[in-house]
């Protein structure tokens, strides 16, 4: 049904038509509105034989919910930022036990210094907890992949992140439509735990495993993630047909026939990308656009497939790895290993700082005239403010424009 | 069939393969305590113990155990001035465990159920002489009957009891509770002869051919004062006028009666005066603070119409009147006379300025080390400087209470029957002190002290009664709950909870726990939370 409601009441519909037995968070910017929203639907009825339960800390949602997933009941939670930080170690927990949890991470930049708006840097931190997190680039798409994450995760073995934009998608009013529940009981049964704790077949779940199997439990998880490849794409395939939805998969492309260069993007950006690249189609510019779903598992081969024999590929990244380069580059680079394609990162959006469509102008229009010399540039960055402070302290200033690594390294030797 | 997850899930019992005992560097050990009441307790009660098997309602169990310390519950119940309640470390929490009341309903319950103490399994064919039937004497001769020998005890005055009988007045001690635990004791085969006063202890002990002597004797004999006084004036002494109340029920003495004097035996006879008509005024040179007399009594004294002259002597007694000196407490707090004089109307004194033992028949024994008033005793053994004479309460101590009296004729008991033995009675080690600071009270729930009825103030002055009642079972059992266990396990399984590796091991009632040192990795969660103080961390030898 259609409805024009916030991102967040459209991810707590979505959550609810998926009847979890336990939802349990712990309130944080920008997911709050998500859990206060499933919590009224537990209380008014709404939303039955769930467990809704208030926790003193992220630290306790995250305990809270391997230990009810690990007690056979379908479970649900969400996050953000410190708060993710904060639940790291459960999150490696739940996923080195299998535990199918689904959260969301409203999408949010990690202090210091404590800035409350968007950028993937809490997500892309949590790279190699292993989860799956599948990245949404609009709240319609948000509301379908939390449903699909359910079906993903019970099917591979493994937790969900569901990342969405704090913010930008979580608190931005818009129409979406919401399946019904009879349409999600079909596609979504009820949940059948692989294996949980329970009287008649008592087991205990969570041994230590010593050098003598921990390589070879591993090797196992790394298999799961192989196979969630494949299960993304059936269960994407499935809830399409089922719902006639675009949502999902591994990754989608747009305007990709033809491009003369390809940017990669993660999340809501890719909704403002779209429209610029339909104005600069206008002028004549030929971009494609691949929106990154699945950041993990990574999707090599369909990544390669989706870039084609494009020469030139730029990812918009909005989190980068201090002391290192872009986080998502690297991955796209082993993609198209061994071809002559050329893979950069532009950082832009950090903290909130917005993407607008003559930034994606700028970006396109920069790349095309092959101002991007290096792997790693600042695109976003204002050198006014840059050198109100280096100037001043240091004298060193920045040139105005874009900074690259080699600018940034330059100015400490000078 | 679950679909088990590969090395991560495991079988029931599977990871007892993990011995992680191995990594302890701090090993759980149960250490038992020893708690602020039994360490007071004059008697050498066990307290902690008792009121564990009250709290459990095994009244019989609690019985046995206090009664293997003290045979006179129920008259310990009542007259004891438990300052074990003073250590108990319950108050500093709420208030202290009501450990008196308790005792005397495990003391009445016992009367009422006809509870006897058992008769020794074999006979020693030892024989020993106690003299004195007082607390001293019937715990030495308890004592020692429960070690098998044969026991007679001779007693001067007409019935057994000693100072519990002649000094303590029937509103707190009735007589039929005192009847019934003597006649125990003689059930047991104690012999009691009375109205026999040995002269001779020597030709005693050697005629009757015993082969150890215990000397009871109380303080049996009023210390006088130099009042100067003209002949019609009536003075008397605090034993006399308790004894003559006690055998014939009453006294002949006038209306204003002066009680001079500021200990127990005071407050007795006042209250006691006060029963049967009289208006006595309590005369004591130092003021209330410096009182030797027990707080509870005095109060009783005062709710019950007694007046106090504090900070005075009496320095002269004419017939119907007393002259009265006021006195300051110097820095020392010793009370110095001021000259000041007043007139207080009084037709009779009594004199409570403390009592001595009769040594008549102390001073025929050769060799008998005495100090001032009492006989030397080795304070472990309880012997005397004469071989096989032994001593135990008022004879031997300055401490002359009851309570003092049952506990010094218990070791006078242990130690004869060491010499019978042909040994030396040692005092066994006592534990570590159980502290306050030692104990987790989180876990204990608030829980004011029951209060004993008494009987209204109007009906104190004209009956003997008992002035504080018992306890019914019901308050009696949440009385003996309120203890803490101080340093004692309460089998309150919080260890056994709590320990992340199931290695404490419970080994049922009454039995407690151990630990198992093969998985208790020493984490000392277990130490952490025994509300009692029951569990220590001691280092591994690494």
Redesign the interface.
């Known amino acids: 049904m259609l409805e024009q409601i916030e991102g967040s009441l459209g991810v707590a519909k979505a959550v609810a038509l998926c009847r979890p037995g336990v939802v349990c968070a712990y309130p944080i910017s920008p997911q709050t509105h998500i859990v206060e929203n499933l919590g009224k639907f537990v209380k008014n009825g709404e939303l039955k034989d769930c467990d809704f339960l208030n926790v003193e800390s992220e630290f306790s949602a995250i305990s809270v919910s391997i230990g009810s997933e690990v007690g056979g009941a379908r479970t649900y939670t969400a996050t953000a930022s410190q708060g993710l930080l904060f639940m790291t170690e459960g999150i490696y927990s739940a996923s ?3 535990l199918p949890i689904v959260m969301t991470v409203a999408s949010r930049a990690i202090g210091g210094p404590i800035n409350i708006w968007n950028d993937h840097s809490d997500s892309l931190s949590q790279r190699d907890s292993g989860w799956l997190q599948l990245f949404c680039e609009s709240n319609q798409d948000a509301v379908d992949t939390h449903i699909m994450a359910f079906k993903i995760a019970e099917k591979v073995g493994l937790p969900v992140m569901v990342c969405m934009d704090g913010f930008v998608l979580t608190h931005a009013f818009e129409r979406l439509d919401i399946p019904s529940q009879e349409t999600v009981d079909k596609f979504l049964k009820p949940y059948e735990p ?3 704790l329970n009287t008649k ?9 010593g050098p003598e ?1 921990f390589t ?2 591993r090797l ?1 998880q790394q298999r799961k993630m192989a196979k969630a490849l494949d299960v993304i794409e059936e269960v994407t395939k499935e809830y399409r047909e089922l719902t006639g939805s675009k949502s999902g998969g591994l990754l989608d492309c747009y305007n990709c026939e033809n491009a003369d260069l390809k940017l990669i993007i993660l999340g809501s950006t890719v909704g403002t990308a779209k429209d610029e690249i339909d104005r600069l189609k206008a002028e004549g510019i030929n971009v494609g656009i691949i929106s990154l779903k699945s950041f993990r598992p990574f999707p090599y081969a369909a990544i390669k497939e989706a870039i084609g024999d494009t020469k030139q590929v730029i990812c918009v990244e909005r989190a980068f790895s201090f002391g290192a380069r872009g986080i998502i580059c690297p991955e796209v680079k082993r993609a198209v290993e061994g071809t002559s394609c050329d893979v950069k990162t532009v950082v832009a959006g950090l903290g909130g700082r917005p993407i607008f469509g003559t930034t994606i102008n700028g970006i396109v229009k920069d790349a095309l005239a092959g101002k991007f010399t290096e792997e790693f540039t600042f695109f976003d960055v204002n050198a006014d403010v840059l050198n109100s402070y280096t100037q001043k302290h240091e004298g060193v200033t920045f040139n105005k424009g874009p900074i690259n690594q080699s600018a940034i390294e330059k100015s400490v030797k000078a | 069939m679950m679909n088990k997850a590969f090395a991560v899930t495991l079988d029931p019992a599977t990871s007892l393969q993990n011995h992680t005992g191995s990594w302890r560097t701090l090993r759980p050990v149960n250490v038992f305590k020893l708690p602020p009441c039994n360490n007071q307790c004059p008697a050498g009660e066990n307290i902690q113990q008792w009121l564990f098997y009250a709290a459990e309602g095994d009244y019989e169990h609690a019985w046995r155990i206090l009664t293997e310390e003290n045979p006179l519950p129920a008259c310990m119940g009542r007259v004891c001035y438990h300052t074990c309640e003073g250590k108990c470390n319950r108050g500093f929490l709420d208030e202290s465990v009501g450990i008196n009341s308790v005792e005397r309903f495990l003391g009445d319950y016992a009367i009422e159920h006809n509870l006897a103490f058992k008769r020794p399994s074999k006979e020693t064919g030892k024989k020993i002489l106690v003299i004195g039937a007082g607390p001293a004497g019937l715990s030495a001769a308890y004592q020692l009957r429960r070690f098998g020998h044969s026991v007679h005890i001779v007693e001067a005055a007409k019935e057994a009891g000693g100072m519990m009988r002649y000094g303590i007045p029937t509103y707190r001690l009735p007589r039929n509770i005192l009847d019934a635990e003597i006649k125990r004791i003689t059930d047991m085969g104690v012999t009691i002869e009375c109205g026999r006063k040995i002269e001779d202890i020597e030709a005693e002990k050697k005629n009757g051919k015993y082969d150890a002597v215990i000397l009871g004797l109380g303080a049996s004999v009023s210390a006088g004062a130099d009042i100067p006084q003209g002949d019609t004036t009536h003075v008397l002494n605090a034993l006399s006028v308790l004894g003559q109340i006690e055998t014939t029920g009453e006294i002949e003495i006038a209306r204003r009666v002066t009680v001079y004097g500021g200990g127990n035996t005071a407050v007795d006879v006042a209250r006691s005066l006060r029963r049967i008509g009289a208006e006595p005024v309590i005369v004591y040179r130092r003021n209330r603070e410096k009182m030797r007399a027990n707080a509870e009594e005095m109060d009783a004294a005062i709710a019950e119409g007694i007046q106090v002259k504090w900070l005075s002597t009496i320095s002269e007694a004419s017939k119907d009147a007393l002259k009265i000196e006021k006195m300051v407490l110097d820095e020392n707090g010793k009370p110095q006379p001021t000259g000041q004089f007043e007139e207080l109307p009084s037709d009779a004194v009594v004199l409570a300025l403390g009592q001595n033992v009769d040594k008549t028949a102390l001073s025929k024994l050769q060799n008998l080390q005495m100090e001032k008033d009492s006989v030397v005793v080795n304070n472990e053994t309880m012997m005397t400087s004469i071989d096989g004479i032994f001593a135990a309460g008022d004879v031997a101590t300055n401490d002359r209470t009851v309570t003092h009296a049952i506990g010094m004729g218990k070791n006078a008991a242990r130690g004869v029957n060491a010499f019978l033995n042909g040994s030396t009675y040692k005092k066994p080690q006592k534990h570590d002190l159980a502290k306050f600071e030692d104990m987790h009270p989180w876990y204990y729930t608030d829980a004011p002290k029951t209060v004993r009825q008494e009987l209204e103030v109007a009906r104190r002055s004209n009956t003997f009664d008992e002035v504080q009642f018992g306890l019914t079972e019901e308050n009696a059992i949440f009385e003996a709950r309120r203890c803490l266990s101080c340093g004692n396990c309460m089998e309150c399984d919080n260890c056994y909870g709590v320990c992340p590796d199931s290695a404490v091991v419970k080994l049922g009632p009454g039995k407690g726990y151990e630990f198992n040192y093969d998985y208790c990795k020493g984490c000392g969660v277990c130490a952490q939370e025994c509300p009692c103080g029951h569990i220590k961390m001691v280092p591994e030898q690494i």
Do not use: D, N, T, W
């Not at chain 1, 077949?201 to 495993?209: D, L, R, Y």
């Open positions: 080195g036990l299998g692989k294996e949980y077949e008592p087991v205990s779940i969570g041994a230590m495993v199997a070879e439990v196992l």
